[in-house]
T-cell receptor, first 117, second 113 residues
Framework: EPEVTQTPSHQVTQMGQEVILRCVPI?????FYWYRQILGQKVEFLVS????????KCEIFDDQFSVERPDGSNFTLKIRSTKLEDSAMYFC???????????????FGPGTRLTVL | AQSVTQLGSHVSVSEGALVLLRCNYS??????LFWYVQYPNQGLQLLLK??????LVKGINGFEAEFKKSETSFHLTKPSAHMSDAAEYFC???????????FGDGTTLTVKP
């Protein structure tokens, strides 16, 4: 069964460093998302991406984050200058349909645990 | 803005007992609602979803949920808990414009032998 994959599973970085988290969505999916879950808190939406551009983003997105789909398979999240509070699980997700995407299940990857020291 | 509220951050039941995890939504228009499960060190897996039609929705692993507009609720139930049901459960409402989901705070289910 196709699944969303994410690498690395765990990343440790120093505060102020740039980090790139990688995701391979399911191949025929059209919408892509990044969410994060700070330990003990709810899953928080970061960004959605469709047709090679951002569809929606959270308020803080532009301050720290960027996304790219550099080729036909990868979808990356870059954190420009990590802060301690960026320590969290980062989940990538994808949805099969372009139209009415919200009615469809978002398929989530296993997550990358980012630890900022 | 839409929001999803899960009552009870921790629920503990005995094996074989009824599981009830509560979710309330705030949308003024009929929402679409999902329940996800997150096992330790894993991603989010869809348990079930309500879009249109039947208000009682059956999902995987014996779970079901009932959409009640009058109560703005979408509570998750399972008649008999198994040890393997121990996990964190999230209720979520997708945003119809962008497809993103708004998640509740999550409920950790513990199943005692």
């Amino acid at each position: 069964e196709p699944e969303v994959t994410q690498t690395p599973s765990h990343q440790v970085t120093q505060m102020g460093q740039e980090v790139i988290l990688r995701c391979v969505p399911i191949s025929n999916h059209l919408y892509f998302y990044w969410y994060r879950q700070i330990l003990g808190q709810k899953v928080e939406f970061l960004v959605s991406f469709y047709n090679n551009e951002i569809s929606e983003k959270c308020e803080i997105f532009d301050d720290q984050f960027s996304v790219e789909r550099p080729d036909g398979s990868n979808f990356t999240l870059k954190i420009r200058s990590t802060k301690l509070e960026d320590s969290a699980m980062y989940f990538c997700a994808s949805t099969p349909q372009g139209a009415r995407a919200s009615y469809n299940e978002q398929f989530f990857g296993p997550g990358t645990r980012l630890t900022v020291l | 803005a839409q929001s999803v509220t899960q009552l009870g951050s921790h629920v503990s039941v005995s094996e074989g007992a009824l599981v009830l995890l509560r979710c309330n939504y705030s949308s003024s228009v009929p929402p679409y609602l999902f329940w996800y499960v997150q096992y330790p060190n894993q991603g989010l897996q869809l348990l079930l979803k309500y879009t249109t039609g039947a208000t009682l929705v059956k999902g995987i692993n014996g779970f079901e949920a009932e959409f009640k507009k009058s109560e703005t609720s979408f509570h998750l139930t399972k008649p008999s808990a198994h040890m393997s049901d121990a996990a964190e459960y999230f209720c979520a409402e997708p945003n119809t414009n962008a497809g993103k989901s708004t998640f509740g705070d999550g409920t950790t289910l513990t199943v005692k032998p």
